[in-house]
């Protein structure tokens, strides 16, 4: 089956810490995204990657780097910068056409928990 | 700039009730497209609808049903004889952002 798989599920990090979230496709999606989710908030873009070895900033960009070697993988790292990393992260693919994006592919999420 | 608004923050219902969640995006694009998605408990997010700010024709899909409106920016959700499975939260997204979201609550 196709699809998005993050990973871990859950993760557990000390202050100071840099972490990777796993982010994974076989959907042939051009485009990969990562979100971040407070409680009881909406999502907020971090970074973006339309093509191979290529990325754009988002909304929340500080304190995190990403990497898109492979057009199925899109990993985030979480770096001691952000100041309040304990969210719930989303990653998501969507095909796009002329710049038209046709609607996300979510994974089921890393909640990260920093202690 | 670029402003989706979700005004309801929760609405609950006794289940067969309809409910109608509203959205309201405001742009200076002549075209865009506009997302509803839907994020049950386990935290996952479903797509449910595209449209683009051409096509203003109601969309029906089982019970959920869509009407846009492009001369007041809204793009409402309604889902009919709702069901215990249908609660989630509900957020109505521009590409790349996304509305607050509604959660919806289906009492058995």
């Known amino acids: 089956d196709g699809g998005i798989t993050q990973s871990p599920k859950y993760l557990f990090r000390k202050e100071g810490q840099n972490v990777t979230l796993s982010c994974e496709q076989n959907?042939?999606?051009?485009?990969m995204y990562w979100y971040r989710q407070d409680p009881g908030q909406g999502l907020r873009l971090i970074y973006y990657?339309?093509?191979?070895?290529?990325?754009q900033k988002g909304d929340i960009a500080e304190g995190y780097s990403v990497s898109r070697e492979k057009k199925e993988s899109f990993p985030l790292t979480v770096t001691s910068a952000q100041k309040n990393p304990t969210a719930f992260y989303l990653c998501?693919?969507?095909?796009?056409?002329?710049?038209?994006?046709?609607?996300?592919?979510f994974g089921s999420g890393t909640r990260l928990t920093v202690v | 700039a670029q402003k989706v608004t979700q005004a309801q923050t929760e609405i609950s219902v006794v289940e067969k009730e309809d409910v109608t969640l509203d959205c309201v995006y405001e742009?200076?694009?002549?075209?865009?497209?506009l997302f509803w998605y839907k994020q049950p408990p386990s935290g996952e997010l479903v797509f449910l609808i595209r449209?683009?700010?051409?096509?203003?024709q109601n969309e029906i899909s089982g019970r959920y049903s869509w009407n846009f409106q492009k001369s007041t920016s809204s793009f409402n959700f309604t889902i009919t004889a709702s069901q215990v499975v249908d609660s989630a939260v509900y957020f109505c997204?521009?590409?790349?952002?996304f509305g607050a979201g509604t959660t919806v609550t289906v009492r058995a």
């Open positions: 998501a693919s969507s095909i796009t056409r002329d710049r038209v994006n046709y609607g996300y592919t």
């Open positions: 959907l042939n999606h051009d485009a």
């Open positions: 990657s339309q093509i191979v070895n290529d990325f």
């Open positions: 742009t200076r694009d002549t075209t865009y497209y």
């Open positions: 449209r683009n700010s051409f096509d203003e």
């Open positions: 997204a521009p590409p790349h952002r």
